[in-house]
């Protein structure tokens, strides 16, 4: 995930994380020794009262950090899931030909026993991604403070269903790199 980002979920009960290090590959089982921060751990154990296998990760409006979420699911899992991997799918820039083929393909790994975490695009941006958002057991929605406004989080809920999902998480908004002030000093 590049830094620490503050992450915070809601979903039955609102509840703060930080996240620090991207898992260190795809696909993740249950042997790493971190621990990970208590309000990750209780974000892995209210998604698992949905008793999913297949979750989807959308950002409520384009650009907003769905694979520091998805990164996030997969850390706090990491020490519980011991005897199931984790497979993270990034399934962003799908083309509406791919999306049947890839459901299959993620509907397959569930079949063999693991889990999988998809990332999709904004469904607002690119409606291909949809098939994947329904095809999961759950979806997380993905929200920038500052700049998610509630008719892409609405209209984003809307197209998927809000039944689908089984809560949102939210980031700060991101801290704009090189921007400084501008002081005029006056001429004498």
């Known amino acids: 995930m590049g830094g620490r980002h503050a992450l915070r979920y809601t979903g039955q009960r609102s509840m703060a ?6 898992p260190r590959s795809s696909d993740t089982e249950g042997s790493d020794t971190t621990v990970p921060a208590p309000a990750l751990q209780r974000l892995w154990f209210a998604l698992e009262r949905r008793g999913w296998a297949f979750l989807t990760v959308v950002p409520a409006h384009p650009g907003a950090p769905a694979l520091e979420a998805a990164t996030a699911i997969l850390e706090a899992g990491a020490p519980y ?6 497979h993270l799918e990034d399934a962003t820039g799908i083309s509406p030909a791919e999306a049947p083929r890839r459901v299959l393909e993620l509907r397959e790994r569930v079949a063999r026993g693991e889990r999988v975490v998809a990332i999709i695009d904004s469904v607002l941006a690119r409606p291909a991604s949809l098939p994947l958002a329904l095809a999961a057991d759950g979806v997380l929605l993905c929200v920038t403070l500052g700049e998610t406004d509630f ?18 998480v939210t980031f700060p908004q991101p ?13 004498p």
């Open 81 to 86: 899931a011991s005897t199931q991997k984790i």
């Open 17 to 22: 994380a930080d996240s620090s290090a991207p």
């Open 151 to 168: 008719g892409s989080a609405s209209k984003t809920m809307e197209f998927i269903g809000a039944d689908r999902f089984v809560g949102s």
């Open 175 to 187: 801290k704009k790199k090189g921007w400084l002030p501008s002081f005029r000093k006056k001429k």
